[in-house]
């Protein structure tokens, strides 16, 4: 958010809240290879061919046994669990998850509408992902400039202009 009396942007911090969308459709990339029993698997990861033991978090089976999550949705994760009591999403093999999701970050920065509503996400260095389409035209025309070199100025360039046009932005 711009302060407009200091001249400032306000960025704010952002915690996972666990929605689960970043597991949303990982059951296309990961498939259950072998399932040894007593909740070990081997599982694939079907773009690399990487291959991973994993095994239930003893804490988590049960929450691992409600397979309902795949009604809601169909391509989650082998592995994703929403706990029903409390509406936040779980990897119920958490400790032995592959290392593509140890390493996976849900966003640069997330961007919010004037409504707190999700508008967009900076994903990787420099991808903007958002159907908003006024937030897209921002960026094409304002943001996203390639010859610029140096991460910093672009990511406080971007801040700048989308909070400048009523976009909060949250890291």
């Not at 459709?25 to 290879?33: A, K, R, W």
């Not at 929403?82 to 936040?88: F, G, P």
């Not at 999403?89 to 919010?112: A, E, S």
Request: aromatic content about 10%; some cysteine; hydrophobic content about 30%.
């Amino acid at each position: 958010m711009h302060n407009l009396l200091s001249g400032k942007v306000d960025v704010l911090s952002f915690e996972c809240n666990q929605c689960g969308e970043c597991c949303s459709h990982l059951g296309l990339v990961h498939t259950i290879e072998v399932d040894y029993g007593n909740y070990h698997f081997l599982i694939r990861n079907v773009y690399t061919g990487e291959r991973t033991n994993v095994t239930v978090d003893p804490e988590k089976i049960s929450l691992y046994n409600d397979t309902g999550i795949f009604s809601e949705r169909p391509e989650t994760c082998p592995f994703f669990r929403t706990d029903k009591r409390t509406d936040k999403g779980y990897c119920t093999v958490h400790h032995t998850r592959p290392d593509i999701c140890r390493d996976y970050g849900c966003w640069r920065f997330l961007i919010l509408d004037s409504q707190g509503r999700r508008a967009g996400r900076i994903m990787g260095q420099r991808h903007l992902a958002s159907e908003d389409h006024v937030l897209s035209r921002l960026f094409e025309v304002q943001v996203n400039h390639p010859a610029e070199s140096d991460d910093n100025a672009w990511d406080d360039r971007m801040v700048r202009v989308v909070t400048g046009a009523g976009y909060l932005v949250r890291t």
